[in-house]
């Protein structure tokens, strides 16, 4: 569960306070994430946090946008004083821009980075690889304290509703936040197909194929990935 409330600094500028709360049990205590004995394994807990935010939101359109800046700033913080069984802390930064070549081809470019402090469970741990971050590996294959990547993404009109994609990722994750920049580097690229849902709004049915040293992996769902 996450709760925010934000207050509107400017247009573009939004401050706000934020409340998550989780239940968590680990039900098998014979597999191999109990081996590894990562905080939260021995039979899950309560995470608990209080946090604040800070977002920037420049952007054109909120579907697809061609131009513009969205960028969010959160600081978290847990332990006994929020009821948690769990005391860490974490800042990550999630920070986009789109910038319309000509004739709507536009570049979308993401960097994505996030640290934690403390003993956090593995339940909260960044994660490399979603459809979202890090297209071309498993769901949720990489996993760590830390986490820094980046994602470049080439879009482009093809015949009317249609569009295409082309894009690339590079990142690592880490136990500390150096790790995440010096191990070894996960890159995957790929390609993809939009179609417009409706006439009136940029909203759009994405099919992707990504690959990487590990394979090829497809994905389909509503929206872009960034």
Known sequence: MLSTVSYRVTDPLLI??????????VPRMDSLLTAN?????????????????????????????????????????????????????????????????????????????????????????????????????????????NISMVQVEYRFPIYKRFRGAAFSSIGSVGNTYGESFTNRKLWSYGGGLRFQLSKKQMSHVRLDVARSYEGVQFYVTIGEAF
């Open 16 to 25: 706000g306070v934020q409340y998550r709360f989780d239940y968590f049990d």
């Open 37 to 145: 004995n990562p905080t939260g394994a021995q039979g899950g807990g309560i995470t608990s946090t209080i946090g604040l935010s800070t977002s920037y939101d420049s952007r054109d359109d909120i579907f697809y946008p061609r131009k513009g800046i969205f960028a969010t700033l959160i600081a978290e913080s847990s332990g006994k004083f929020t009821g948690a069984d769990f005391d860490y802390s974490l800042i990550q930064l999630d920070f986009k821009h789109y910038y319309t070549i000509k004739d709507k081809h536009t570049i979308a470019s993401n960097f994505y980075t996030g640290a934690t402090i403390g003993d956090s469970p593995f339940y909260n741990y960044y994660y490399f690889s979603s459809g979202k971050r890090g297209r071309g590996f498993n769901d949720r294959r990489f996993l760590d304290k």
